[in-house]
């Protein structure tokens, strides 16, 4: 009992109960099943450090699909490298992984600098044009990014140990899942640490953090800087995952689907980004699969299939703000009967009233000039 | 009355702030001794909240400058609290989606040893270092009598609850000097005794004696705590002296409450 107090051994945990989840599930699953986990892992990764980004710290991004490109480009140029060369290993694609999600990160930085400087509509207005530019510039540069068509991601088959008939879809599984479940962990131990308290403190009220000792700018920062890693290594699984990096897979309505996800799942908390990026990839798959029995021409299914999903986020966001503010991770605690932590009700008693009835001795405070 | 040259003194020195035209603070002139209590007061638009604001750094003084421990102060609100001086809002500002424990452990922030990677790889140290944290934010709840309401949510508590909390998370800093804003804006009487009380035995606080500037406008908790007042008047310091002599100064009566008004009835202050 006491081993479990320490933060380190109940999360490590709960990561091996993950990864053990993990092993069951993808090994009774179709490979086509499997294919969805590993875009799955995905969103969770990125979905994750959006909530410490949004919900904790409380700077909006609607680019985050943008980052999640910076590592997916990053892995797939690295890769390729690898592969040319005929270097293989079970370390080579954690490398590259790790290199797409150090790479984010550092790019997260810099726009945390100016992030720090925003505030509102105006850094969603800076994060949004980042997510619509940033994936553009493939076109700009063709000969490294080969425009729209993007880069193609070779990766080493599952490694042989694991068995003749371990399915490629199944092991992008492991690796997207295995991210994410890496992503959460660490992510988890920031959260309960001082560094997570100061990520609110700042969402807050930054006056008093400040006060406090807090270095505003510093702090918001480190969380786009966190933020950014976690998106980066979700591009970097995801391109494992599609085995391709193409502007097309990290467009301005996976920013969005990112967003609801985070939302929909209860905003600020890391279990709620798993339930939000499970339903909007579900959701997603679901409509996709809907529209395609209707059995519609070509072109406006095709059109449908891009559209319906985001609409579908739209209208769930919409009434998940009305019903359901604290999201599925609010409502799941409200059922297990753990105290919301998000209720915000405040009745504060009229402290002024009381004060100048019980005080009136004292000289009114603007007496002065009559 | 003066002490030979304290360690912990504040010097207010000549301080100017010009907004545009408009003059918030006219060449201003005071000191915080070591141990003492000293109330600023004056009517709305004094220039009062202008003072706290430059002594904090959210205002640069237009000329004029600050001598905090024997060297100038350059001040910046987020390393107030590194130079031992902690600051309470007169908004209580409180940070709203943490518990009150939680509110106390930020403002601690300073005295964290466990760094960002023992906080990422959740390491014993961290753990060590919030359990400090957790228990010292704990222990100063408790000496302000509001050790219950430490996972209660701010909006949840009464607001003179959350004034002593916020009042805890400046003193867990272990500040030097306290600028109150307003500490006793809407408080009851009872609560007020408390205050002052507590604002009385800041400056005998054993190892961590720590002087006050408090801003107010109740008169009586300014006469009963302070060792000295300071009026300011249109961003003018029309007076300063013990409260008695300021109790009795004609000048602060008829800037305070408006010529035509009889000094004596209106500033029977003393409880």
């Known amino acids: ?370 | 009355m003066n002490s030979p040259a304290p360690e912990s003194r504040l010097s207010v020195q000549g301080v100017t702030v010009r907004f545009g035209g408009l003059t918030a603070l006219d060449d201003v002139s005071f000191e915080v001794a070591q141990g003492h209590v000293v109330g600023v007061i004056g009517p709305n638009g004094s220039g009062k909240t202008t003072l706290f604001n430059v002594i904090c750094g959210f205002v640069r003084p237009t000329s004029g400058s600050l001598t905090w421990q024997g060297k100038t102060l350059r001040p910046r609100p987020d390393r107030l609290v590194r130079a031992g001086i902690a600051r309470t809002l007169q908004s209580v500002g409180l940070f709203e989606r943490l518990t009150a424990l939680e509110n106390v452990m930020v403002g601690a922030a300073r005295a964290r040893k466990a760094g960002f990677a023992s906080a990422l790889f959740a390491l014993p140290r961290s753990d060590r270092d919030e359990q400090r944290l957790r228990d010292e934010a704990l222990d100063w709840l408790r000496r302000l009598d509001v050790a219950d309401a430490a996972n209660r949510l701010p909006g949840t508590l009464p607001y003179p609850v959350q004034k002593r909390v916020s009042l805890a998370r400046a003193l867990i800093s272990r500040p030097r000097l306290l600028l109150l804003d307003e500490p006793a804006g809407g408080l009851g009487a009872e609560d007020m005794t408390h205050l002052a009380g507590l604002i009385r035995g800041l400056p005998e606080a054993g190892e961590w004696p720590c002087s006050v500037l408090l801003v107010e406008h109740h008169m009586d908790l300014v006469m009963s705590v302070c060792d000295q007042v300071v009026v300011l008047d249109f961003g003018r310091l029309v007076a300063s002296g013990t409260p008695d002599d300021v109790r009795s100064d004609p000048v602060v009566a008829a800037a305070y409450l408006g010529t035509d008004v009889p000094a004596e009835a209106e500033l029977r202050a003393t409880p």
């Not at chain 1, 609607?62 to 370390?91: E, K, N, P």
């Not at chain 1, 967003?259 to 990026?277: E, K, T, Y």
């Open chain 1, 1 to 370: 009992m006491a081993l479990l107090r320490s933060t380190l051994v109940r999360h490590l945990v709960l990561l091996a109960l993950g990864a053990l989840a993990l092993v069951l599930l993808t090994g009774s699953l179709s490979t086509f099943h499997n294919y969805e986990l590993a875009g799955l892992g995905a969103y969770v990764c990125t979905a994750a450090g959006l909530t410490v980004l949004t919900g904790l710290n409380g700077q909006i991004s609607l680019g985050h699909a943008a980052l999640m490109a910076i590592g997916g480009y990053t892995v797939a140029l690295l890769q390729i490298r690898f592969s040319d060369r005929a270097i293989t290993g079970l370390w080579v694609l954690p490398l590259s992984l790790l290199a797409g999600a150090a790479v984010t990160g550092v790019a997260a930085a810099v726009v945390g600098v100016a992030a720090a400087r925003l505030r509102g509509p105006y850094l969603a207005g800076v994060t949004l044009a980042l997510g619509v530019a940033l994936p553009a510039l493939t076109s700009r540069f063709t000969s490294v990014f080969k425009g729209d068509q993007g880069l193609s991601v070779p990766f080493d088959p599952p490694p042989a140990s694991l068995g003749a008939n371990f399915a490629v879809e199944r092991w992008q599984a492991w690796i997207s899942l295995g991210a994410a479940l890496i992503v959460l962990f660490f992510l988890a131990n920031l959260n309960r640490s001082a560094i997570g308290r100061h990520f609110r403190a700042v969402r807050d009220d930054e006056v008093a953090a400040q006060l406090s000792g807090l270095s505003v700018p510093r702090v918001q920062i480190l969380a786009f800087t966190v933020s950014g890693v976690a998106a980066g290594l979700g591009g970097g699984v995801f391109a494992v995952s599609l085995q391709t990096a193409s502007p097309g897979s990290f467009d301005l309505t996976l920013s969005l689907a990112l967003l609801s996800a985070v939302v929909i799942g209860g905003l600020g908390s890391l279990a709620g980004a798993v339930w939000g990026s499970i339903i909007v990839v579900y959701l997603g798959i679901v409509l996709r699969g809907f529209v395609d029995d209707l059995g519609l021409s070509a072109a406006s299914a095709q059109k449908l299939h891009d559209n319906l999903p985001n609409a579908a986020f739209g209208l769930l966001l919409v009434l998940v703000m009305l019903i359901l503010p604290g999201g599925i991770q609010g409502l799941l605690r409200r059922l297990a009967g753990v105290a919301p932590v998000d209720r915000l009700r405040r009745g504060r008693p009229e402290p002024f009233a009381a004060a100048i009835a019980q005080h009136s001795s004292s000289p009114p405070p603007s007496g002065g000039q009559q």
